[in-house]
């Protein structure tokens, strides 16, 4: 029997899907804090930048990691990796962040870091959409009910709440 090289033969496209956008990683610390005193935030211990392929860390001149968001490509393993914790990771179009994480009531995290959650309630009082509490002495976002207004930021009296990328909103 003899193969007919003339039949048209159709190749299949291949299955494509959207692909999900990759998160970023953001470091939940401003780094005001006194390296000495606040336990719970950012060392500059460079685990983070050691583990990172992309070279999308570095540790700035107050001693605290920060992420190239272009670079970042959201694997994952700064998170991971980080001894304090306070690496994590944000989907991109969630671009408001509490950039603290301790959890010291507000007058003693004010004498280690000049940047910390004073868990004061302004950010929660403002936001509209119900996304942001405070709990255990700083502000938690709730991603899943942030609308990325920014009104939380533009409340904030500690410049605590940011955009994900570093910008500090206008009040």
């Given at each position: 029997?003899a193969y007919d090289n003339n039949k048209a033969k159709t190749a299949?496209?291949?299955?494509?899907?959207?692909?999900?956008?990759?998160?970023?990683?953001?470091?939940?610390?401003?780094?005001?804090?006194?390296?000495?005193?606040?336990?719970?935030?950012?060392?500059?211990?460079?685990?983070?930048?050691?583990?990172?392929?992309?070279?999308?860390?570095?540790?700035?001149?107050?001693?605290?990691?920060?992420?190239?968001?272009?670079?970042?490509?959201?694997?994952?393993?700064?998170?991971?990796?980080?001894?304090?914790?306070?690496?994590?990771?944000?989907?991109?179009?969630?671009?408001?962040?509490?950039?603290?994480?301790?959890?010291?009531?507000?007058?003693?995290?004010?004498?280690?870091?000049?940047?910390?959650?004073?868990?004061?309630?302004?950010?929660?009082?403002a936001c509209p959409a119900g996304a942001i509490h405070v709990t255990?002495?700083?502000?938690?976002?709730?991603?899943?009910?942030?609308?990325?207004?920014?009104?939380?930021?533009?409340?904030?009296?500690?410049?605590?709440?940011?955009?994900?990328f570093g910008i500090v909103a206008e009040r």
């Amino acid at each position: 029997m003899a193969y007919d090289n003339n039949k048209a033969k159709t190749a299949r496209p291949a299955a494509t899907r959207p692909r999900k956008p990759r998160p970023v990683a953001v470091v939940m610390c401003n780094g005001g804090c006194d390296l000495q005193g606040c336990k719970q935030g950012c060392i500059g211990c460079g685990t983070c930048v050691g583990v990172c392929r992309k070279n999308a860390i570095h540790i700035n001149e107050r001693g605290v990691a920060v992420v190239d968001a272009s670079a970042c490509i959201g694997c994952g393993l700064c998170a991971r990796s980080c001894e304090q914790g306070v690496i994590q990771l944000v989907e991109r179009e969630f671009t408001i962040t509490a950039r603290c994480s301790n959890t010291e009531k507000g007058s003693d995290a004010r004498l280690v870091c000049d940047n910390s959650c004073v868990a004061c309630g302004a950010c929660e009082r403002a936001c509209p959409a119900g996304a942001i509490h405070v709990t255990d002495n700083h502000a938690v976002i709730d991603w899943s009910h942030c609308i990325s207004c920014g009104m939380c930021a533009t409340k904030c009296p500690r410049n605590v709440i940011r955009d994900a990328f570093g910008i500090v909103a206008e009040r």
